[in-house]
Each structure stands twice: as C-alpha cells, then as structure tokens.
C-alpha cells in the first residue's frame, strides 16, 4: 500500500514538472460574422523556472527551454487545430516575471476548429528541443457555426462522463497518508504558484444575446484560472490536493466556484448570436 501510494505521488510530480513547463497558457479565438477569424496562443514560463531548466538542459547538452519553437513546429500544431487553420506568425513576450512565445494562427470557418482545454495544448519549449512530455488526457472546444443576420454561435465545451457507482469510494480514490498528503501539497504549492490558464472568445461585432456565464463586452471567458488564488484560499487548496493526478473538471468546478477572481464556464453549451 505504501509502495502504491507513492507511486500515486510519483506520477502527479510528473503531472506538475509538464503543468509547470507552461506557467502561463492563454487562447484567445476571435471571430467574425463570417465565421473566419484568428486564434492567439500565449505560453509564457516563469523566469526562475527557465533558469534551473535550462540549466538541467546544459547539463544534459540539450537545447535551451523557454527557446522559440521554429515554424515547422507551428504549422504542424495548425494542422492538429484543424482544416484550414494557418500559421500566421510569432513573436517573443517578456514580462517583468514571465517569458515565452505568443503564436498567431488563422482558420477559415470556426466548424473545423478543435481546441484543447488542457494546459499543455500549445506547441512547448520541450518540444522544440525534441525531447517528449508525458501525455494528458485531452478535452476539446468546439464549435458549430450558422452565419446570418444575427449569426449564430454554439460553444461546445466536452465533458466527461459520470462513472458508476458501483465500486467504493476507496477502490476508486484510494487514500494517501498524512505524510504524503503533506508531500504532495508542499509540492504542488511549488509548482503551480504563478501558473495560469485562460482561454476566451472575442466576438468581432455586436452581440445580440449570449447564455454565457462570464461576459465583459465582446469577450467571452470560458475559463480563467489562476492558481495563486487557489493557493490564497486554504480550505479550498486542501479539498484540491485530494483530487489526485487526473482530476475532473466537474471536480475542479466545484473547488474554483467559491474562489472569488477564477471563471469555469459550467454549461456544456454557451450560445452567442452576434452581428
């Protein structure tokens, strides 16, 4: 039992060294009533992570992390959004704290698009350097587009699906001692400080009526999670660290809702006529 649970504990360090590869992810789709437009993707790392990484990097003569991914990189990732995508170009972003890449692409009809919510969506520094992150279960946004006059938008936003109820409790999320909980959470309070993912829709004309949950103007926020609130609010990081390595996202909705600053949009559907 205590092999197996550090085992548990083993592979959600794992999870974090990949989360913690990509401090910062945003992916912003802007369209227009046409149902053309662009997407815009931020990967940003903290400065003190590109430091000891890249000193991990040269130590094993391999390239640099925090590098600028090269074109063929991007345009394979434009492929993987979907048909018709383009890469358009990149730039280097540098905060007082962060540093990384914001990549622009184009798509043709939003229809083709599939976008991954999780935070390793984007094309990393670990794969520009060739070397190979472990892989996450992947959930997509999609989309179904009418153009007209309102056009019509349907956010398709995956879930997953219940599991039964059949097995316990235990058999199902088997418990960690008090001395690996403690690892874990002092772990993952290194790691995921400074971490943030955010993903939205901006809406190039006039919204006629939306069901979405966060709105401001013509942005649409489909999630905006920062993990320094998280780590602010310690009754709800303890209820966090008893997720395990593959928490849900129902799961987190239910941790993030009572956060005051970070947005989940819960509805598997979000509507938006605009013009």
């Given amino acids: 039992m205590v092999r197996k649970g550090l085992i548990r504990v083993a592979g959600f360090i794992v999870l974090l060294f990949t989360m913690a590869g990509c401090l910062e992810v945003s992916t912003v789709v802007s369209v227009k009533p046409d149902g053309t437009g662009t997407i815009a993707e931020r990967l940003l790392m903290s400065k003190s992570s590109l430091g000891q990484m890249n000193s991990l990097a040269e130590a094993g003569k391999k390239g640099h992390a925090g590098q600028m991914p090269d074109k063929a990189a991007l345009e394979k ?46 094309v990393s520094a670990d794969s520009a350097s060739g070397n190979q992150a472990p892989k996450k279960k992947k959930q997509y946004v999609h989309f179904i587009f009418k153009e007209g006059t309102p056009s019509r938008l349907v956010i398709v936003m995956d879930q997953e699906k219940e599991t039964g109820s059949s097995s316990s409790p235990e058999a199902a999320k088997p418990q960690q001692n008090a001395e690996q909980l403690r690892m874990a959470t002092s772990i993952m309070k290194q790691f995921l400080k400074g971490m943030r993912v955010f993903m939205a829709v901006d809406i190039n004309g006039s919204i006629v009526s939306t069901n979405a949950t966060y709105r401001k103007e013509k942005r649409i926020t489909l999630m905006d999670v920062d993990f320094d609130k998280l780590l602010a609010n310690p009754k709800q990081f303890a209820s966090f660290t008893t997720l395990g390595s593959d928490p849900s996202s129902r799961e987190m909705q239910k941790i993030f809702k009572n956060i005051p600053g970070i947005k989940l949009e819960t509805q598997k559907e979000v509507e938006v006529t605009f013009q």
């Fill in 77 to 122: 990732k434009s492929q993987e959004i979907g048909e018709g995508v383009r890469f358009i170009s990149v730039r280097p972003v540098v905060t007082k704290t962060h540093e990384g890449y914001e990549a622009l692409y184009a798509f043709r009809d939003i229809n083709l698009l599939q976008l991954n919510r999780n935070p390793d969506s984007g």
